[in-house]
């Protein structure tokens, strides 16, 4: 099933050990267009994400708040290219998702993921479980995403 050669920018399985670092080379610079598609798209009537009025009277922001599962979808967008593109199986799920500071219209953010630990699967041969940390920041280098996700990788090719 994994005989194939394929282009692809991931990592291997065996390449991804615990502590190594990866910072992401692309960016992304968030817009009032992606907040409010993404937002509206996902059926969220939150006034927070939508209502610049509401935003600056009500809140302690001042101003809208970028819907954090649009940031968390950029954040593992951001860091696939580096990581899984091509060498994954599935994502297994999240154990840790984290916003220490708010996401605002205009922040351009970077990520940078740490392998946190690797395990060949017990059920699976020629893959194993990788428990990724990617953390995202902002221009100002304020941290405003720590996520934690499980991901299925396989292993080399013919190992």
């Not at 935003?55 to 899984?84: C, D, W, Y």
Request: glycine fraction near 6%; proline fraction near 6%; aromatic fraction near 8%.
């Amino acid at each position: 099933m994994n005989d194939a050669p394929r282009p692809h920018g991931g990592l291997w399985f065996e390449e991804l050990t615990p502590g190594l670092v990866i910072h992401h080379r692309l960016r992304r610079t968030i817009t009032e267009a992606d907040n409010v598609m993404f937002t509206t798209m996902t059926m969220n009537p939150a006034a927070l994400h939508l209502d610049f009025e509401y935003a600056r009277n009500e809140t302690q922001f001042g101003k809208p708040l970028v819907n954090s599962m649009f940031t968390a979808a950029v954040v593992v967008g951001i860091s696939v290219h580096e990581t899984t593109h091509g060498t994954t199986v599935a994502n297994l799920g999240f154990e840790r998702m984290d916003f220490p500071a708010p996401v605002f219209h205009g922040d351009t953010l970077r990520v940078e993921s740490e392998v946190v630990s690797a395990r060949a699967s017990k059920s699976k041969p020629g893959q194993g479980i990788v428990l990724f940390e990617h953390r995202a920041y902002n221009q100002d280098d304020t941290l405003v995403a720590i996520m934690r996700r499980n991901a299925l990788m396989w292993c080399t090719p013919n190992s």
